[in-house]
């Protein structure tokens, strides 16, 4: 038997869950997939998302250290440090110790990763393609527009 007071309940439970909260967790449900479809579309290359990033910005920014690396991938710097020691083991960069001072690394692409970013960069745009598919130039920008005005709330906070 139903007594009112399980009615109000199952009313209030309906009702916790607002349209904001239902926009954000999707938000974070596609993030969560666009994490997974890449770290599943990059396992064929030993390597994961972190590691496409870094490989990424090295390329952008040759020279790169650690802390600066670990700064633009928002990162941890001892996950970070991983990530290299896994790219230097597959023979995709190098440590060089700084001129000025020998505690500071320097991270370098080895000609092996040159070769392999126009293989990693085309995956990349795959995976793009499947997330976007079906979504014209226009919404995107206005996508854009918004997220970053997203951004922008959160950071003034």
């Known amino acids: 038997m139903v007594t009112r007071l399980d009615q109000a309940a199952e009313k209030t439970a309906a009702n916790f869950l607002t349209d904001t909260d239902r926009l954000v967790f999707l938000m974070e449900e596609v993030t969560r997939r666009l994490r997974r479809t890449f770290d599943t579309s990059f396992e064929q290359f030993g390597l994961t998302r972190t590691q496409w ?73 795959a995976v793009y393609g499947r997330l976007l598919a079906g979504t014209d130039i226009d919404e995107l920008e206005r996508l854009s527009e918004i997220l970053a005005a997203m951004q922008d709330n959160l950071d003034r906070n």
Do not use: C, F
């Open 53 to 125: 990033r870094a490989l990424a910005y090295l390329y952008r920014t040759p020279g790169m250290t650690q802390t600066e690396l670990a700064r633009e991938l928002e990162l941890e710097r001892a996950s970070v440090g991983q990530a290299i020691d896994r790219l230097e083991e597959l023979s995709l960069v190098e440590r060089r110790s700084a001129v000025n001072d020998r505690r500071v690394w320097h991270i370098h692409l080895m000609p092996a990763a040159v070769e392999l970013l126009p293989k990693l960069r085309a995956e990349a745009d």
